[in-house]
């Protein structure tokens, strides 16, 4: 038997809450748009964001055109700690508890937005700021960030005769936006959505002022196939490069465990951005041993390594019971 | 009742009658005062605010901006470097066509550094599309104030209240402060139609393709000419209530005979009101006192210069390397004028150079001397300068 039902109305029974919607413009592969439908739908409806200049902004709303189920405000690129402040003090002096959450990539947070970033978690705004980390400003066509890993490729940072790509660390920003004392401030990545959501919850439930930094792959500006975004973000983890975890209150307070560490050229061979790095050349091995040094510190800090099966991760994994290594 | 007030003290007062819900500044001279006194208010529970003390003039201007579009009228206040740091975000609102209310405490701009008083803050962010609403006095400065919070959210454009740093924000004049049920009668609570709200969610600030954006910038720009109206209509309505009036889009008094006018933008009409009580010769002159820079009234400033021979344009700004900012557009806006009375630009005060009473002189000789009838800058002392600058 079958039922006519209209699409207005098959919508209003979606189980789930949708913020970001199809259609919107996004590249094959983007890790930013799923990164933002997984947020907007642990976040739920009572929410307003405030996005930064960026590909999230731009790809979700070509006047008169809008991807976005949620009140949603675009200002500038380097005010977006600020704006929501202001959204989340006009809420306080009305008595509503609508969230405010603050969305913007990493040259938005690491870089020209920074200061704004300070000052709202300074003040403890009662904000969640989503960092989308594609590791460079991928909406000008790839230029470097301060994210931006060391000896990656980009536009300004390309590899040469006397260069190897991005000579300068990425910054920890994590690190730097816990040091605040915030309530809470947290790592994640796209190849693992239940952690994700997890965490968005965590911070929802959270007054005061959240972070969540979540590791977002870029086809065309890492270089690889766009059906390999969730496996290229889970080897960023697998190698200790990009460590997910979580600080409160300025202290460690839990780490995703790798039960099976992969060296790191195992993560940086699937990127056309680190391709100077395999070639018969000194300055590049030496340049993957820094990387491999740097991965080993990650894993020696924060204590990464977990004993068991690997984590496994996918899609509705916190809501549907499974058997297997389950890591949270 | 008149109080003895000091301008920012007076215009923090002005401020906590409109009720706004947030507040967000940063300290810069000369506009710390008002800030300064706002916060006094909120931490002695006589006003009931989120006054947030921010950590940039860029984050002030963003946080008010982030208020209003969540529903709560906001205010925020600076001067000079931080009016320039503010300016991507000054636009940014202004595009939006968010109601915000700001005062600007007119100041030089670096460099040279001057925490002094001229107009070089507003007058390079003529173009951002707010409108603009310069004071001659603190009563005016309060009285402008109020009816800057009805003009903004009923034309859904932000409103600059410019008042010339120190000569006003630091003098103490006798002010009369309306009562709250005056203010509650003129001012009804906030209510802005793009409000963002859960329930209906909307998407503000979008990317706009060349397709649209002329037309978006269009009815920008009519809506700062239709706001002519609502300065107009806010500066009648504040009058029936209080009896007190800021003289709507600009303000003309003197003989009716004179053949000259010299036209002012801020605290130096009083100056100049005074020279011209004390002139021995008695010359018949008009005082044209500009209170609306943005919209520029066109219309109101041909009616006010028709039948004259010589308008003088006395400004506290300049832009180098071309000369007035105020006096070009007037020159402009009287050409459309059948028999166009002859315009003389003059700049003065500048980075808080005093403007005595015996500038009047200098500015009168004109009419008998009109020299290139370019720009000058009036009290420049060549002896300061090496040779080759003179």
Redesign the interface.
């Known amino acids: 038997m079958t039922t006519n039902i209209l699409i207005s109305e098959l919508r209003k029974n979606q189980p789930r809450f949708r913020g970001l919607e199809s259609g919107h413009r996004a590249c094959l592969g983007c890790g930013e748009a799923l990164i933002a439908r997984l947020v907007t739908e642990a976040a739920g409806p009572d929410v307003m964001v405030a996005n930064a200049t960026g590909c999230l902004e731009i790809f979700t709303t070509p006047w008169p055109e809008s991807a976005w189920r949620v009140p949603w405000v675009h200002s500038l690129f380097e005010n977006t700690g600020a704006v929501a402040a202001g959204m989340e003090a006009a809420l306080k002096a009305q008595g509503k508890s609508t969230k405010v959450l603050a969305f913007g990539g990493d040259g938005g947070t690491f870089d020209i937005g920074f200061q704004a970033l300070s000052g709202m978690l300074e003040r403890g705004h009662n904000v969640l700021y989503v960092c989308f980390d594609n590791e460079a400003y991928m909406n000008t066509g790839i230029q470097r960030s301060s994210s931006t890993p060391h000896a990656a490729m980009t536009t300004t940072s390309p590899p040469g005769k006397m260069r190897m790509g991005k000579r300068h660390l990425k910054k920890d920003i994590v690190s730097i936006v816990a040091a605040h004392h915030i309530p809470y401030a947290a790592t994640s990545s796209v190849a693992y959505p239940s952690d994700i959501r997890k965490k968005v919850r965590r911070a929802m439930a959270i007054e005061g002022p959240t972070f969540l930094q979540v590791h977002s792959p870029c086809p065309l500006g890492w270089g690889y196939e766009g059906d390999q975004s969730i496996a290229v973000a889970r080897l960023a983890v697998q190698t200790g490069l990009f460590p997910i975890i979580e600080l409160e209150r300025g202290e460690l307070a839990s780490v995703m465990p790798l039960r099976e560490v992969l060296p790191v050229s195992d993560y940086l061979r699937t990127q056309q951005r680190f391709r100077h790095l395999f070639v018969d050349d000194l300055r590049a091995r030496e340049e993957l041993e820094h990387i491999q040094a740097l991965a080993d510190h990650n894993i020696e800090i924060y204590n990464l390594r977990g004993v068991g099966l690997d984590a496994f991760d996918s899609e509705g994994m916190d809501t549907v019971r499974r058997g297997g290594g389950r890591w949270a | 009742m008149l109080e003895a007030l000091e301008g920012s003290q007076a215009v923090a007062k002005a401020v906590a009658l409109c009720r706004p819900?947030?507040i967000?500044a940063y300290p810069i001279t000369p506009q710390t005062h008002i800030v300064e006194n706002i916060s006094k208010l909120v931490a002695d529970g006589k006003l009931q605010?989120?006054f947030?003390?921010?950590?940039?003039e860029?984050?002030a201007?963003?946080?008010?901006?982030?208020?209003?579009?969540?529903?709560?009228r906001?205010y925020t206040a600076s001067a000079s470097q931080g009016i320039l740091l503010m300016g991507?975000?000054l636009f940014?609102i202004a595009g939006?066509r968010v109601p915000i209310v700001m005062t600007c405490a007119n100041r030089a701009v670096s460099s040279p550094l001057s925490i002094w008083n001229d107009q070089q803050d507003s007058m390079a962010v003529r173009d951002a599309g707010w409108i603009q609403l310069y004071c001659s006095d603190n009563q005016e400065a309060v009285d402008s104030t109020i009816q800057a919070f009805r003009i903004a959210e009923r034309s859904e454009l932000p409103v600059m209240v410019c008042m010339d740093g120190f000569t006003l924000t630091h003098t103490m004049e006798g002010i009369e402060i309306p009562t709250q049920q005056q203010v509650d009668a003129f001012l009804p609570p906030y209510k802005f139609s793009r409000s963002?709200?859960?329930n209906?969610?909307?998407?503000?600030?979008?990317?706009?393709?060349p397709e649209?954006f002329s037309e978006a910038r269009y009815s920008h720009h009519k809506a700062l000419l239709n706001a002519e109206a609502e300065i107009v209509s806010a500066d009648r309505d504040w009058a029936a209530l209080t009896g007190r009036r800021c003289g709507g889009l600009l303000s003309v008094e003197g003989p009716e005979q004179s053949k000259v006018a010299i036209l002012t933008i801020g605290s130096v009409l009083g100056t100049l009101r005074e020279a011209l009580r004390e002139l021995p010769s008695g010359q018949p002159v008009k005082l044209i006192s500009l209170r609306s820079f943005r919209p520029f009234p066109v219309d109101a400033l041909k009616v006010a210069c028709k039948g004259l021979d010589d308008v003088i344009v006395l400004e506290r700004a300049f832009s180098p390397g071309s000369g007035g900012i105020v006096g070009l557009e007037v020159l402009g806006a009287l050409s459309e004028l059948a028999n166009p009375p002859r315009v003389h630009n003059f700049a003065a005060g500048l980075g808080g150079r005093d403007i005595p009473l015996e500038i009047l002189p200098k500015l009168l000789a004109v009419l008998s001397d009109p020299g290139d009838g370019r720009f000058r800058v009036i009290d420049v002392d060549l002896s300061k300068l090496p040779v080759e600058d003179r």
């Open positions: 819900q947030v967000a605010c989120e947030i003390s921010v950590e940039s860029f984050s201007a963003s946080v008010v901006l982030g208020a209003a579009l969540a529903g709560s906001a991507e975000v940014n939006m963002l709200v859960p209906n969610p909307i998407s503000l600030g979008t990317l706009v393709s649209f």
